[in-house]
């Protein structure tokens, strides 16, 4: 019951950058494309179905992500923060979120929303044409 991505699992793709950069960035690939098939992959079930409904538009219909990095200049960090935005994907589907107990207000909340209520429409009261 590993949380962590194995890097066998995940597929680098070295793609031209885009952006600035003059001839250099024309000639060489030092961007990378990050697959990672979420179905396919050793993650238990639950983290599994916890990425799937994300919502995330870097996961496609088929259960794949692909992540895009070409900050840097190198190929090799690019590799490293593509790998650690996947980590960050699958760390925050790892967090179970806690079930919201449904509550009710208190009797001193309710009065004092009242008491702010009544004081509001008695400032607004007076705001009106003067009778004389």
């Given at each position: 019951?590993?949380?962590t991505?194995?890097?066998h699992?995940?597929?680098?793709?070295?793609?031209?950058?885009?952006g600035?950069?003059?001839?250099?960035?024309?000639?060489?690939?030092n961007?990378?494309?990050?697959?990672?098939d979420?179905?396919?992959?050793?993650?238990?079930?639950?983290?599994?179905?916890?990425?799937?409904?994300?919502?995330?538009?870097?996961?496609?219909?088929?259960g794949?992500?692909?992540?895009?990095?070409?900050?840097?200049?190198?190929?090799?960090?690019?590799?490293?923060?593509?790998?650690?935005?996947?980590?960050?994907?699958?760390?925050?589907?790892?967090?179970?979120?806690k079930?919201?107990?449904?509550t009710?207000?208190?009797?001193?909340?309710?009065?004092?929303?009242?008491?702010?209520?009544?004081?509001?429409?008695?400032?607004?009261?007076?705001?009106?044409?003067?009778?004389?």
């Open positions: 019951m590993s949380t991505v194995a890097h699992e995940v597929e680098f793709i070295a793609i031209r950058a885009q600035p950069g003059g001839q250099n960035v024309n000639k060489v690939s961007a990378v494309h990050l697959r990672f979420v179905m396919a992959s050793s993650l238990p079930e639950a983290i599994k179905a916890r990425l799937l409904a994300l919502g995330d538009q870097r996961i496609s219909k088929d794949v992500i692909v992540i895009k990095a070409q900050s840097a200049r190198s190929l090799a960090q690019n590799k490293a923060e593509a790998l650690a935005r996947l980590e960050a994907m699958v760390a925050e589907a790892s967090v179970v979120q079930a919201r107990r449904a009710r207000p208190t009797l001193g909340s309710k009065q004092r929303r009242l008491k702010g209520k009544a004081v509001r429409a008695e400032v607004k009261a007076g705001r009106g044409k003067l009778t004389w």
